[in-house]
Nanobody
Framework: GKRGESGGGCVQAGGSLRLSCAASGRSFSTYGMAWFRQAPGKEREGVAA???????AYADSVKGRFTISRDNAKNTVYLQMNSLKPEDTAVYYCAVDAQVVPILNGAGYRYWGQGTQVTVSS
C-alpha cells in the first residue's frame, strides 16, 4: 500500500493548514496513524498520533494548536494546524502501523508516506 500526503505549503505565522494522508492497498481502520515532522538539521519528532479507537496524543509543542483526526471509510488521517509558527516549518510525514495506543515514537511505525513540506514565514 501507499501513503500519500497532501496539503502542505507556505503560510504566514498565525495561519492554518490542513494536511491529509490517504493510505491505499488495504484497510487501516484498526491501525494507529500518526504525523511526524523533520526540520533541516534536526531529528524527526512525533507531532500527533491517533489510535484506531480515536484516542490521541500530541507533542507538547503543538498541544492546543494542532488536531489529528481520521476517516476510516476513506483510509485517511488529517492534521489540522492552526496558529502556525515559524518553528513548525518542516517536512511532515504520515505513518501507519498496528498500534493499540497512540504513540509518538517513530520506531513504532513501519509504513511511511513520502512527506509534504510546510513552511511558515514570520
Amino acid at each position: 500500500g501507499k501513503r500519500g500526503e497532501s496539503g502542505g505549503g507556505c503560510v504566514q505565522a498565525g495561519g492554518s493548514l490542513r494536511l491529509s494522508c490517504a493510505a491505499s492497498g488495504r484497510s487501516f481502520s484498526t491501525y494507529g496513524m500518526a504525523w511526524f515532522r523533520q526540520a533541516p538539521g534536526k531529528e524527526r519528532e512525533g507531532v500527533a498520533a491517533i489510535s484506531w479507537t480515536a484516542n490521541t496524543a500530541y507533542a507538547d509543542s503543538v498541544k492546543g494548536r494542532f488536531t489529528i483526526s481520521r476517516d476510516n471509510a476513506k483510509n485517511t488521517v488529517y492534521l489540522q494546524m492552526n496558529s502556525l509558527k515559524p518553528e513548525d516549518t518542516a517536512v511532515y510525514y504520515c505513518a501507519v502501523d498496528a498500534q493499540v495506543v497512540p504513540i509518538l515514537n517513530g520506531a513504532g511505525y513501519r509504513y511511511w508516506g513520502q512527506g509534504t513540506q510546510v513552511t511558515v514565514s514570520s
